[in-house]
Structure formats: structure tokens, C-alpha cells
């Protein structure tokens, strides 16, 4: 499976985006999803995690509220959606899918087998 996410940029604090991560080479419809990040000389943390049916999702206590994860297995995408993003918010985010199976959601890197470039969000104050 390839992954490919993408849609960052810049925006003011305040502002949306919404991330696609994209998959070729094989369906993960069946696969748990997750979002991660990774800030200048931090470590990579979860942001949401999504089950392969979207019957359950998890977000991070900073993003709770704000941020929306979901996807659509007939277009092969998970998208993360973004809303009123703050300054640390600003990292570059990876989008991540398993191999397990079963209905479980999954926090850690490595749960997860297959991985996207990263793509950058800048939040400006």
C-alpha cells in the first residue's frame, strides 16, 4: 500500500484545512487509519485514529473538538479534517494504516505498517 497525504499549507490561526491521505497499490478499506504528527524536535504523536468501518474514532486531547477524522473506502481516502487550528497545531502530519484486522484503533507508530510523506501545516499567530 502506498499512501499519499496530502493538503497541507498555511493558515492563520483560526483558519481550516482539510488533509486527504490517499492509497494506491492496494485497498485499506479494511485497514485501521490514523493520523500523526511531528513538530520541530518532538516526537511523532497521535492525532485521530479510525477503525476500518468508521464505527469509532479517537482524537488526542488537543485536537478534541476541533479536528474530524473520517473516511470513505470507496475512494481509498481518510481525510482530516481541521478547524479552528492554532499555532500549535503547526507540524508536519503523516497519515498511517495497519495491517490488523478487527474492528480495534490503534495509538502508536508502530501499529501501524504503512506510511505517507508527510505534509506540512503552518499555523501562523
Known amino acids: 500500500v502506498q499512501l499519499q497525504a496530502f493538503g497541507g499549507g498555511l493558515v492563520q490561526a483560526g483558519g481550516n484545512l482539510r488533509l486527504s491521505c490517499a492509497a494506491s497499490?492496494?485497498?485499506?478499506?479494511?485497514?485501521?487509519v490514523a493520523w500523526f504528527r511531528q513538530a520541530p524536535g518532538k516526537e511523532r504523536d497521535i492525532v485521530a485514529a479510525?477503525?476500518?468501518?468508521?464505527?469509532?474514532?479517537y482524537y488526542s486531547n488537543p485536537v478534541k473538538g476541533r479536528f474530524t477524522i473520517s473516511r470513505d473506502n470507496a475512494k481509498n481516502t481518510v481525510y482530516l479534517q481541521m478547524n479552528s487550528l492554532k499555532p500549535e497545531d503547526t507540524a508536519v502530519y503523516y497519515c498511517?494504516?495497519?495491517?490488523?484486522?478487527?474492528?480495534?484503533?490503534?495509538?502508536?507508530?508502530?501499529?501501524?505498517?504503512?506510511w505517507g510523506q508527510g505534509t506540512q501545516v503552518t499555523v501562523s499567530s
Open positions: 497499490g492496494r485497498t485499506f478499506s479494511s485497514s485501521p
Open positions: 479510525i477503525n476500518w468501518s468508521a464505527s469509532s474514532t
Open positions: 498511517a494504516a495497519g495491517q490488523k484486522r478487527g474492528s480495534g484503533i490503534y495509538y502508536y507508530p508502530n501499529d501501524y505498517d504503512y
